[in-house]
C-alpha cells in the first residue's frame, strides 16, 4: 500500500500546521478533506482517506452528490467519519449558498422561498415537501421537511401537517416542495393535494396561502398563478 503517513511527513508541511500558518485557502482539496477525516487509521493515514474519497467523484463541484454509504464503502472510513464528512459538506453549502428566510413571508415572498430552497434542493432525485408555519402576523415560526417521495394524496398525509401548525401555533402555512425534473409545472396531483390542503384548513382555521414548486432554475407559485385566494 502506498500510503504516505501524516507523522512521515514534516511537521510545517502537514495539513493541520499548513492551514493555521497560511490559511484555509492554501490547502489542497487533498488536504480539507484529511483535516475533516482526523487521524485516519492504524491501517490507513487521513490523507489516504482523502485521496480515496476523491476517486469518487470528477471535480470537486460533484463532491455534493456523495451520499454516506458510498462513503462507508471505503476501507477506513466508518460511519462516524462518513457523517462527520456530509456535515461538513451540509455546512459548507449552507455557509455559501443558502439565503436565510426572512421572519415575515407575506405574499410577494414566492422569490424569496425559493432562493432559500434552490440550494438545499439541487441535485436530489426524489422530491421533498417542506411546510413553512408562519404566525398571526404572517412571521416564520418553524420549518419542516415532512415528506419525501412523489407528491401525492396517499403519501402527504394532512394530519401530520396540521399536527405541527398545532404544536406551532401556526395561523398559516405555505407548503414548498420541488421538481427533480427541474420543470415547475405543477402536476395533477400537485393541484390535487394543495387544494385538500386548503379546504382541511378553511375547516381548521389553519390557512394555506402558498404552494411554492422549486425547479432547477425557477418555481411555480400557486399564490401568484392565482390558484389560491388571498387571507
Not at 19 to 43: F, H, N, Q
Not at 77 to 105: H, Q, T, W
Not at 185 to 202: F, H, M, R, W, Y
Request: proline share 3%; charged share 25%; glycine share 6%.
Amino acid at each position: 500500500m502506498s500510503d504516505v503517513l501524516i507523522r512521515e511527513i514534516p511537521v510545517s508541511e502537514r495539513p493541520r500546521e499548513r492551514l493555521v500558518k497560511y490559511g484555509a485557502k492554501s490547502l489542497s482539496t487533498e488536504d480539507l478533506i484529511a483535516i475533516i477525516m482526523k487521524t485516519g487509521t492504524k491501517d490507513y493515514s487521513s490523507k489516504y482517506l482523502a485521496q480515496q474519497v476523491l476517486k469518487l467523484v470528477k471535480n470537486v463541484s460533484d463532491l455534493k452528490n456523495v451520499t454516506l454509504s458510498s462513503l462507508i464503502k471505503i476501507n477506513g472510513i466508518g460511519v462516524v467519519k462518513a457523517i462527520e464528512f456530509m456535515a461538513a459538506l451540509e455546512l459548507g453549502r449552507r455557509v455559501y449558498d443558502e439565503v436565510p428566510l426572512e421572519n415575515s413571508l407575506r405574499f410577494n415572498s414566492a422569490g424569496k422561498i425559493y432562493k432559500h430552497f434552490r440550494s438545499e434542493m439541487m441535485g436530489l432525485n426524489q422530491e421533498y415537501f417542506f411546510c413553512l408555519y408562519l404566525d398571526q402576523s404572517k412571521r416564520l415560526i418553524d420549518k419542516k421537511l415532512l415528506f419525501k417521495g412523489t407528491l401525492n394524496k396517499s403519501l402527504v398525509h394532512p394530519r401530520e401537517i396540521f399536527k405541527w401548525a398545532y404544536l406551532s401555533s401556526a395561523a398559516y402555512i405555505i407548503c414548498v416542495h420541488n421538481h427533480p425534473s427541474g420543470s415547475v409545472i405543477p402536476s395533477s396531483d400537485d393541484i390535487n393535494v394543495t387544494n385538500a390542503l386548503v379546504e382541511i384548513g378553511k375547516l381548521q382555521g389553519i390557512f394555506v396561502i402558498d404552494h411554492v414548486i422549486v425547479g432547477s432554475d425557477n418555481y411555480y407559485s400557486f399564490y401568484e398563478n392565482n390558484m389560491l385566494e388571498r387571507h
